[in-house]
């Protein structure tokens, strides 16, 4: 998600977050989804497809992301850098609650598509079209640009009631080994 110190290009970067009762660690974890004891009909889920944000030119395509083996949240491949992707441990645009996309800011292999996230402004348009060809549209609320080890993992993944969304990329200083210490997040709600 981010350039290394020196030119040293990066492949990928994660928060220092985790949910509340999970392992102690240094990256971004999921709490384990509950069963509900009486499952009820659900709408089949949408992923999204597509992500368009007009006012800083960026438009992908977007892929699944899931979690690594070590339970932390995974980023799009250095050489899909161009790539955004969608966390499917947390809602769908659309569905009440999160819906996380994480890109990078820059790889090994140059510029990404979250390059000029930094540059978003409150009230831009954020467009995300889903399986069935429907754009949803979300409104940015704020950003901020937090430190990996104090990232706001309730405020990022936590419960909303309104179809809420969460773009993620790496931002800030480097440390000694040329990975960003910080994260870039921009909130953004439906409507």
């Not at 820059?106 to 467009?127: C, Q, S």
């Amino acid at each position: 998600m981010a350039l290394g110190a020196a030119g040293t290009a990066l492949t990928g970067c994660s928060s220092e977050a985790r949910p509340t009762g999970s392992a102690p660690t240094g990256h971004v974890r999921t709490a384990e989804p509950k069963s509900d004891p009486e499952p009820k009909a659900k709408a089949v889920r949408q992923a999204p497809t597509e992500l368009s944000i007009p006012s800083i030119g960026v438009r992908s395509s977007l892929m699944e992301l899931g979690l690594n083996a070590d339970g932390t949240v995974e980023v799009p491949p250095a050489e899909k850098g161009m790539t955004a992707g969608w966390y499917t441990g947390g809602s769908a645009p659309g569905e009440p609650g999160p819906a996380v996309l994480i890109g990078h800011n820059d790889t090994r292999f140059g510029r990404a598509v979250f390059h000029d996230l930094k540059n978003i402004r409150k009230g831009a348009k954020v467009l995300v079209r889903d399986g069935t060809g429907k754009t949803l549209r979300f409104r940015v609320t704020a950003k901020e640009a937090v430190a990996k080890k104090a990232f706001p993992t309730e405020k990022v993944y936590g419960p909303t009631k309104g179809s809420t969304l969460r773009l993620i990329t790496c931002d800030g200083d480097f440390d000694a080994e040329g990975h960003p210490v910080d994260n870039l997040i921009v909130y953004g709600v439906l409507g």
